[in-house]
């Protein structure tokens, strides 16, 4: 995955070449940034820009966006609910500070609250359920892509491949973005990749990668309360 240069010469005898077997999460590591360094500058662009949601999947391509593309050309957006923990928060602008790339918090709440007032009529009588759920994660889409509109940098979405082959994602919202970076990546792997990248340093902070994965889009919620653990 890095670019080489190797001259042989006809002429000459030469020993055999010996290279230690890389890492599988280093080389896996090194695919990702390539193919998303490559996937943006080949789209014409130079910079990038992704939710920070305070979990795991957003601060593993953030850091691989970081890689690619140089904390410069990175920007980490961070879109608290009601739901959002101020572990995520916190987590989700520690990370930002660790990579040095430019961050902003934007509240959706009034957004929200907006959303389901607008919807109330219709919605008399009947409990709140995965239609409140998927309200969140579509005004961040609807947010994120006017970010990317407006500054002229491709939006990365975030999803893993555990949470894909399942279907807990949510149309038009978490899947909105023009490049799916860690799609074909389980969830299992992306702790071992973010445990790799700490592994001199803490640079994904350590709650992060700990708690309880959780899509916070609604009271104590845990991904395991509607999948089995990811393992």
């Not at 990175?74 to 040095?100: K, W």
């Not at 005004?139 to 990365?156: D, T």
């Amino acid at each position: 995955f890095e670019d080489d240069l190797l001259i042989y010469d006809t002429d000459k005898t030469y020993e055999e070449l010996y290279e230690p077997w890389p890492l599988e999460e280093e080389s896996l590591l090194k695919g990702l940034v390539l193919g998303t360094g490559d996937y943006v500058r080949k789209c014409g662009f130079q910079k990038a820009l992704l939710g920070l949601s305070g979990g795991i999947d957003s601060a593993l391509v953030a850091v691989i966006a970081q890689m690619a593309l140089g904390s410069e050309n990175v920007m980490g957006i961070s879109l608290p609910s009601p739901f959002t923990s101020d572990l995520s928060r916190h987590g989700a602008r520690q990370l930002a500070q660790n990579l040095g790339m430019h961050f902003e918090e934007i509240p959706i709440n009034d957004i929200f609250q907006t959303f389901k007032k607008t919807l109330t009529p219709l919605f008399k009588g009947l409990p709140e359920d995965e239609t409140e759920e998927n309200l969140q994660a579509r005004i961040r889409a609807n947010l994120l892509m006017a970010l990317s509109n407006k500054f002229n940098a491709l939006l990365l979405t975030t999803g893993n491949k555990s949470e894909l082959a399942t279907g807990y994602c949510t149309l038009y919202g978490d899947m909105c973005g023009a490049l799916a970076v860690i799609s074909d990546i389980p969830k299992t792997l992306c702790y071992k990749l973010a445990r790799h990248i700490n592994r001199d340093q803490e640079i994904i902070p350590e709650d992060i990668i700990t708690r309880a994965p959780s899509a916070e889009l609604k009271p104590n919620q845990t991904d395991q309360d509607s999948l089995p653990p990811y393992d």
